[in-house]
Structures are given as C-alpha cells and as structure tokens.
C-alpha cells in the first residue's frame, strides 16, 4: 500500500485565505493525503467521498473526539443509524417541502421586505451585515421557535461556534467564546419551552418537544441548527449574488427567466461550498482507493474540494449556471443529508436573491477589490459591499 503523501509547507492562513489550490494539488497527489496545518488526514476526491458516505459503518459520524460534539454537545450529525434517524425524524415535520412553502416562505417573504426596505434608500451597503446575517438569523428563529432573539445574537451565536467547530488549533480563546454561545443558547431553549408546550406549532422546537425529545438532545440539536442554519443561507445568499454580480450574462439570462434562480443557487453552492469540510470516524481497518487507513484514524471529507473535481466539473472556478446538470455535494449525501435543505431553498433563490436584484435597481459590486471571501471548513464571502440607483 503507498504511504498517505502529506502538503506540510502551507499554514492556516493560506488554507483560510483559498484552500483551492491545496485541494488541487491534494487531488494529485491520492485519495487521502495529510495536511499539517489542518493536522488531518484529508479525502479531496468526489467518487472517494460518495464511497465513503455509502459505508457509515466503517466510515463513522460518531465520534466522542469530535470538535462539534464537543462545542455542541452529543447531537444527531455526529450520530448514525437508527440513533441518528429518530433524531432526524423528530425535526423532519417542521422543514419538509410542504411545510417550508405553506408555512415557511410568507413569513420569510414579509421579513426579506422589511429588510431590504431598512436599506434600499441608502444607495450602499456591505451585503454581509445589512441583508445577508440578518436575513438568515431572522429565518432562522422563526423556523425554530426561539422568540424574539434578535439576529445579531444568533449571528454571533454561529459564529462562535462554527469557529469552535473548526478549533483544530485548538485556540482557548475560540473555545471560551464557543462555549459561552452554547451555555447562551441552552437559556434562551428553556425560556421557550414552556410556550412551546403549551402552543403545539410548526416550528424546529415544538417539533422536538411534541417527539418527546430529552432536554439533552434538544439542546444538542438546536446548537447543531443555529450553527449551519444561519452561516449556510446567508453564506449561499452572498454566494449568488456575487456570482451573478460577477457574471452580468448570467444575471440578465436569470432576469429573463425566472426559473433559472433555482439553477444558480444549486451553482451557487457548488462553487464556494458553504460546509467545506466534515470528518468521518475509521471503525475498521479499511482500503479506501488503494490507501490503507487503519481503524481509529479520523479523515476530513473535503466537500469544497469535492465540488471542484475536474473529473466531475469542467473549469470547476467558474460560476456558470448552464454548465451540465451534475449532483453535488454542497448538502452532503446519504443519510446526513441537509435536513433544511428544502428551507434554504426557498429562502435563498424564491425569495432573499431575486428579491434583492428586484428592489435595487442596477445592484452593483462597488469594487470589486474590496470583497472578502474566507474560510474552508465553513466558507463564504465575509464582505460584499454594492451600490445601487437609490429611488
């Protein structure tokens, strides 16, 4: 069996700054190989990550050591099987297709309005905190059931823990703020419960609570929830905008056809995959493409990487929304399948993004230097400042 190769002259900072090069090179190199900085073992490779994902015995999401269970607190992506799905099931009510049209999407609609309306007099706004955190953090406590929290509470929430999720540095100041964001979290859970109880609803909390969930796994859940549920929308929201902004054909294209939103959000993702990366448990001594791993090795699914496989995708650096209808992997796959997928559709390519193009006449990059884009186990623009033709 050939050693697993290892990348050890890039730091953090590079792979924060555009992990894309390093996945390039990492897919070169053979299905698994070692980056030092990130001290794990990564599977860069499209077809070695669905193999993967079809094996969950052998390819664990349990796991004790894992940073989210450990900022979160045991939780159904870190469990599988039957465990898992009774987990999965007790939310599923609350974000199913039906559900997220019926329920979902015009109270979502009446708050993308009344965002946009707060700004769309300024002729200017970076897109990340004017529209796109608050858009998702207010989607997000409605669709949960948290109250009257506001968005800028949630939005630091999230980040606290998805930069806890990512701690592979192991930074004592990243896990302090981590942990007060859960023990934040855990308070405002059981200030709605009651309510909860008393008011059977369609919302993420009532849900649990009327599957009879334990306070533990409510509070593991919900965590799990604030963390990809806000980051991935306003990460995909920035995302086609961008992309379209980038991409002047594309957007009058989509103009003129609406049915094209749905393309650009499913392009959208793809490109800059707002979960970039999620790690798997070894439970077996397994071949993985002709590597050895040995039973106890923990690997990294790099979905980022994954999305851009050149064996997969043609010029995969491209936003293109007419390239060749071809699955991805920005939701995962199998069972962990994004269970608020149907949710952020809805919000992102029927409402957030098109609605945004429909207010701001001539929406437009102020420059297109000034627009920030980081991360890799959680990646999306930081800083997307625009102009528009104020009425």
């Not at 990564?42 to 999401?61: A, C, G, K, N, Q």
């Not at 594309?250 to 056809?257: G, H």
């Not at 070894?282 to 050149?310: F, M, R, W, Y």
Request: proline fraction near 7%; hydrophobic fraction near 40%; glycine fraction near 6%.
């Amino acid at each position: 069996m050939p050693n697993i190769p290892v990348i050890g002259d890039v730091t953090m900072s590079d792979i924060l700054a555009n992990p894309y090069p390093i996945y390039a090179r990492a897919q070169q190199m053979g299905p698994v190989v070692r980056v030092e900085a990130a001290n794990l073992m990564l599977v860069t490779r499209f077809d070695d990550i669905m193999e993967v994902e079809r094996d969950p015995v052998t390819y664990s999401s349990e796991n004790p050591h894992s940073l989210v269970v450990k900022v979160c607190g045991p939780n159904l992506m870190r469990k599988d099987g039957e465990e898992h799905q009774v987990e999965r099931k007790a939310v599923e009510p609350s974000l199913r297709p039906g559900t997220a049209k019926r329920c979902w999407a015009p109270k979502l609609e009446d708050i993308v309005d009344e965002i946009i309306e707060a700004f769309e007099k300024d002729g200017e706004a970076d897109l990340f905190d004017a529209y796109a955190s608050p858009m998702a953090a207010r989607a997000l406590v409605a669709v949960l059931g948290l109250g009257d929290v506001d968005w800028q509470t949630v939005a630091r929430w999230s980040q606290a823990m998805m930069d806890g999720n990512g701690n592979y540095g192991n930074d004592p100041e990243i896990a302090r703020r981590a942990k007060q964001a859960t023990d934040e979290i855990e308070q405002a859970i059981d200030a709605m419960i009651p309510y909860h109880l008393e008011n059977p609803n369609e919302s993420a909390l009532s849900s649990l609570l009327q599957a009879d969930q334990s306070k533990k796994q409510i509070y593991g859940n919900v965590k799990v929830f604030i963390g990809g549920g806000h980051n991935e929308p306003r990460d995909a929201i920035l995302t086609l905008v961008l992309g379209l902004l980038q991409n002047p054909d594309q957007l009058a294209k989509v103009k003129e056809d609406p049915s094209l939103w749905e393309k650009g959000f499913e392009e959208a993702v793809r490109w800059i995959s707002p979960i970039g990366m999620y790690p798997r448990l070894v439970t077996q001594d397994v071949e993985l493409s002709g590597v050895q791993l040995k039973k106890g090795d923990q690997i990294g699914l790099c979905i980022g990487a994954a999305n851009h496989d050149p064996t997969h995708f043609d010029s995969p650096e491209k936003f293109d929304i007419f390239r060749p209808k071809q699955p991805h992997l920005a939701f995962g796959a199998g069972a962990h399948f994004c269970a608020g997928t149907w949710v952020a559709r809805i919000l992102v390519s029927k409402l957030a993004v098109p609605r945004l193009f429909e207010r701001l006449p001539n929406l437009r990059l102020k420059d297109p230097e000034a627009v920030k884009i980081s991360g890799w186990v959680f990646r999306g623009p930081t800083s997307l400042p625009v102009v528009w033709d104020a009425k």
